[in-house]
């Protein structure tokens, strides 16, 4: 080791601790001849020591410049990188401290949106997908205060890179959002098949098809209240239950599609073989409630569909009792006292 007091303070701490010779020995200061005893005190140890310490004391200003300078350095990479909109960067305190304008993007804003959920607001779908590649699933999961996920959002807005992006990531898909509907509920509320497509897909096997509202519709009940065929295949295609029954009165989409009086509709339904007898919770099939509005194109439908005439609901009536002083309907519905499994039985003279 070098005598130089650089090499004396550059590990050391005190005086005495910073000399790298024991105290009682001698040492040569730089540009000068004769020793100096650092045990027998006088002038020249005094100025030895007081060297030492300057050195030590400037040392120890430019460590402190040094790590201020990294310091600062970092925290402009974090500020400009955060300026960019699409930085991934560890939360630090320190750093929130310093910049009160950097926001990590998955903090939240007034209305609980990060900056995710406003990239995708303000349809800036190529930030949204670098943030989708940057960030984790919990993030993406992250529901702003009215419950909706950046999946609920990306939908509803028909973002189809940023779903396929979502997904493709591992999005969440049966969160609801205040009003009870999942990314796939809002997909068919606004008819965007595309996006459901690609939920449906992406998803496969993770979605619970049964899954139902705040108004107890799942998704096959408001693909029928849409009258979106297409939507209705997919859905039936991907696992849903043609008898599935909706939360408040235990409605099939057979019984949403005779309440809405659309006879395509039910000829579409029929295609899938539900059970046409199927009741309500107060025990009315679709043709109680098709000879409730006298309809007898969709009585007509039912009965060639199989549809009991018989069953009686919670207050007693039939299909029959109910079409009593409607001609047209009765000529529908035949009394005969011999039925099998509730058809009538025709013979022959």
């Known amino acids: 080791m070098s005598d130089s007091p650089w ?137 702003n205060d009215l419950y909706q996920t950046a999946l609920h959002l990306a939908v509803y807005l028909d973002q189809r890179r940023v779903v396929e992006a979502l997904v493709f990531k591992g999005a969440n898909g049966e969160l609801q959002d205040r009003k009870g509907d999942t990314a796939l509920h809002v997909a068919c509320e606004n008819q965007h098949l595309e996006c459901a497509r690609i939920v449906l897909q992406g998803l496969r096997g993770q979605l619970n098809m049964h899954l139902q509202n705040w108004n107890g519709l799942s998704c096959i009940h408001v693909a029928t209240l849409k009258r979106d065929r297409a939507l209705i295949s997919l859905l039936m295609e991907s696992g849903a239950d043609i008898n599935d029954q909706e939360g408040t009165s235990g409605k099939t989409p057979l019984h949403l599609a005779v309440e809405i009086a659309d006879c395509s509709l039910v000829t579409e339904l029929l295609r899938y073989r539900p059970c046409v007898n199927a009741t309500m919770y107060n025990g009315c099939t679709p043709l109680h409630l098709a000879v409730g509005r006298k309809d007898s194109g969709l009585a007509r439908l039912l009965c060639q569909a199989g549809a009991d005439t018989l069953i009686r609901n919670r207050e007693g009536d039939t299909p029959h009792d109910l079409a009593e002083g409607n001609n047209q309907l009765l000529a529908l519905l035949p009394f005969d006292d011999l039925k099998i499994s509730g058809q009538p039985v025709v013979t022959s003279a």
Not at 50 to 70: M, N, P, T, W
Not at 83 to 91: D, E, V, W
């Open 7 to 143: 090499n004396v303070c550059r590990y050391q701490n005190t005086f005495h601790r910073l000399s790298p010779h024991p105290v009682g020995q001698t040492c040569h200061l730089p540009g000068q001849e004769e020793a100096i005893d650092l045990q027998g005190g006088g002038e020249c140890a005094l100025r030895f020591q007081a060297a030492v310490v300057s050195v030590d004391c400037e040392f120890r200003r430019r460590r402190r410049r040094r790590r201020r300078g990294i310091r600062r350095s970092y925290l402009c990479n974090q500020r400009r990188a955060a300026m960019t909109l699409g930085s991934q960067i560890p939360y630090s305190p320190w750093v929130m401290k310093e910049y009160p304008g950097y926001t990590p993007c998955w903090r939240k804003e007034m209305d609980g949106d990060t900056l995710l959920h406003l990239a995708i607001i303000h349809s800036m779908p190529d930030i949204a997908l670098y943030f989708t590649s940057l960030v984790t699933k919990d993030i993406l999961d992250i529901q």
